[in-house]
C-alpha cells in the first residue's frame, strides 16, 4: 500500500471520529431542545466540592417560582450587586442556577450552593451562566 494510501485511509478514520464525535454533540443539543427549561452541563473536568465528586449538574429551571426569582434577586442584594436587568447580571443569573439545580441530598436540601462557582472553569461557569440567561429571556422577564 502507498504512503499516500495510507494517509488518505489516517485521515479518513479521523473524519470518521470528528464526525461520530459532531453527532454525539448534535445529539445531546437536541435532547436540551426537547426540554429547553433543563440543562445538564458536563464538566470538562470532574469537580471536588463538599466531599462530592461532580461530573455533571441538571438545572431545571421551569421548576423555579416567583419566589426564587426573589431570593436570588435578594442574595445579589445582599452580596452587594443591585440587579437591574436580571438577564444581564452575572450574579443573579448564578443565584438562580444555583436554585434550579437538581442535586439534592437524601433530605432534599441542595448540595450545590452560591460558593461553587469558584471551583469551575470559567468556560463551564459561563455555559450554566448562558443558559440561565437564555431561559429568562425566553420567558420573556
Known amino acids: 500500500m502507498?504512503?499516500?494510501?495510507i494517509i488518505s485511509a489516517i485521515?479518513?478514520?479521523?473524519?470518521?471520529?470528528?464526525?461520530?464525535?459532531?453527532?454525539a454533540e448534535l445529539e445531546r443539543e437536541a435532547e436540551q431542545t426537547l426540554e429547553p427549561n433543563t440543562y445538564t452541563h458536563f464538566f470538562a473536568r470532574p469537580i471536588e466540592?463538599?466531599?462530592?465528586?461532580?461530573?455533571?449538574?441538571?438545572?431545571d429551571f421551569g421548576a423555579l417560582s416567583g419566589?426564587?426569582?426573589?431570593?436570588?434577586?435578594?442574595?445579589?442584594?445582599?452580596?452587594?450587586?443591585t440587579t437591574v436587568t436580571p438577564e444581564f447580571s452575572g450574579a443573579?443569573?448564578?443565584?438562580?442556577?444555583?436554585?434550579?439545580?437538581?442535586l439534592r441530598g437524601e433530605n432534599g436540601r441542595?448540595?450545590?450552593?452560591g460558593d461553587f462557582r469558584k471551583k469551575m472553569d470559567v468556560g463551564d461557569f459561563f455555559a450554566i451562566y448562558?443558559?440561565?440567561?437564555?431561559?429568562?429571556?425566553?420567558?420573556?422577564?
Open 2 to 5: 502507498s504512503d499516500d494510501k
Open 11 to 23: 485521515d479518513s478514520m479521523d473524519t470518521v471520529q470528528g464526525s461520530a464525535e459532531a453527532a
Open 49 to 59: 466540592y463538599n466531599g462530592l465528586t461532580i461530573k455533571d449538574l441538571t438545572f
Open 67 to 81: 419566589d426564587d426569582f426573589l431570593i436570588a434577586e435578594n442574595e445579589s442584594r445582599i452580596s452587594g450587586v
Open 92 to 102: 443573579f443569573l448564578w443565584n438562580l442556577s444555583v436554585r434550579a439545580c437538581t
Open 110 to 113: 441542595r448540595l450545590i450552593r
Open 130 to 141: 448562558k443558559k440561565a440567561r437564555a431561559f429568562l429571556l425566553v420567558s420573556g422577564s
